[in-house]
């Protein structure tokens, strides 16, 4: 069995907020969290899966559309933010819309609309924004607040932290957490190991998908360590090339369940997953 932390103390690089809870000054330090009595575990199934996944990592396809995505899409994401000076400045609807094109580039999701924005108010998601990206905050808090919005969900919010910051978020959604074939132990024993490590109980979270979410970074990243990579983006392209192998369920419900795992649901006002 692979343990993602038996018997080890996780590191975590953690800025100082206004609270005084982590670091101090302006500085980056490492804080030490021990996890007692708790690991997060793959089986040898599911270790042989990801052994051998781990081969199309360095697949002249994959690669290519790793260096193409990047370069036009999660590159040009930043260049919005930089050219609006986000967020120092708000960003208008055209400069959301643009955020939002390069995004569905990556990943297709149809939550990102106009209504998205619209809905809240435009200042609103500005401000909600801003404070997802805010490093100085606590991340189980950063995400509760995003959630808070409104019609925003888990995939959803996966997806902004990733064009963010595709070396420390990864990219989660129903398919690609479907090939790992967790149990519910396993899930459970990630969102506990993810309660300690960020917080949880101090920063007050409001939403069950906070921890879900943080759940996903514990689960994803035991995933990057085996795929031997320094960002997220090969592993969601891995998994999510993986899904679409798997052969669609014939049983009426069971297609309206994957085809939504693929994000192709037609209607963006269910956004409990999105």
Same mark, same amino acid.
């Given at each position: /069995?692979?343990? @993602?932390?038996?018997?080890?103390?996780?590191?975590?690089?953690?800025?100082?907020?206004?609270?005084?809870?982590?670091?101090?000054?302006?500085?980056?330090? +490492?804080?030490?969290?021990?996890?007692?009595?708790?690991?997060?575990?793959?089986?040898?199934?599911?270790?042989?899966? &990801?052994?051998? &996944?781990?081969?199309?990592?360095?697949?002249?396809?994959?690669?290519?559309?790793?260096?193409?995505?990047?370069?036009?899409?999660?590159?040009?994401?930043?260049?919005?933010?930089?050219?609006?000076?986000?967020?120092?400045?708000?960003?208008?609807?055209?400069?959301?819309?643009?955020?939002? +094109?390069?995004?569905?580039?990556? /990943?297709?999701?149809r939550a990102l609309g106009s209504n998205l924005y619209s809905s809240i108010g435009i200042q609103s998601f500005n401000n909600g924004l801003k404070n997802?990206?805010?490093?100085?905050?606590?991340?189980?808090?950063?995400?509760?607040?995003?959630?808070? &919005?409104?019609?925003? @969900?888990?995939?959803?919010?996966?997806?902004?932290?990733? /064009?963010?910051?595709?070396?420390?978020?990864?990219?989660?959604?129903?398919?690609?957490?479907?090939? &790992?074939?967790?149990?519910?132990?396993?899930?459970?024993?990630?969102?506990?190991?993810?309660?300690?490590?960020?917080?949880?109980?101090?920063?007050?979270?409001?939403?069950?998908r906070t921890l879900k979410i943080l759940g996903d970074i514990v689960i994803f990243s035991k995933v990057k360590e085996i795929f031997e990579v320094d960002n997220f983006y090969a592993v969601n392209l891995v998994l999510w090339d993986e899904s679409r192998e798997r052969t669609i369920p014939e049983?009426?419900?069971?297609?309206?369940?994957?085809?939504?795992?693929?994000?192709?649901?037609?209607?963006?006002?269910?956004?409990?997953?999105?």
């Amino acid at each position: /069995m692979y343990s @993602g932390t038996d018997n080890l103390a996780i590191l975590l690089l953690l800025p100082e907020n206004l609270s005084g809870n982590y670091a101090f000054s302006n500085l980056l330090k +490492w804080r030490v969290v021990k996890i007692s009595n708790t690991s997060f575990q793959f089986t040898e199934q599911q270790i042989d899966l &990801l052994e051998n &996944l781990k081969e199309q990592v360095n697949n002249p396809r994959v690669v290519e559309r790793l260096q193409g995505d990047r370069a036009e899409h999660i590159a040009k994401f930043t260049e919005v933010l930089e050219e609006a000076n986000f967020p120092e400045n708000d960003l208008s609807d055209t400069q959301i819309d643009k955020l939002f +094109w390069h995004m569905r580039r990556v /990943m297709h999701n149809r939550a990102l609309g106009s209504n998205l924005y619209s809905s809240i108010g435009i200042q609103s998601f500005n401000n909600g924004l801003k404070n997802l990206f805010d490093e100085t905050i606590p991340l189980a808090r950063r995400i509760d607040m995003f959630l808070t &919005l409104g019609g925003i @969900g888990r995939v959803t919010t996966s997806h902004f932290l990733f /064009m963010y910051n595709p070396e420390k978020y990864p990219l989660t959604t129903m398919a690609t957490r479907e090939i &790992l074939d967790l149990d519910e132990s396993q899930l459970a024993a990630a969102e506990n190991i993810a309660y300690q490590i960020y917080d949880v109980a101090t920063n007050n979270t409001q939403h069950e998908r906070t921890l879900k979410i943080l759940g996903d970074i514990v689960i994803f990243s035991k995933v990057k360590e085996i795929f031997e990579v320094d960002n997220f983006y090969a592993v969601n392209l891995v998994l999510w090339d993986e899904s679409r192998e798997r052969t669609i369920p014939e049983a009426d419900e069971d297609i309206e369940e994957y085809q939504d795992s693929l994000m192709l649901a037609s209607r963006e006002t269910d956004l409990q997953e999105y």
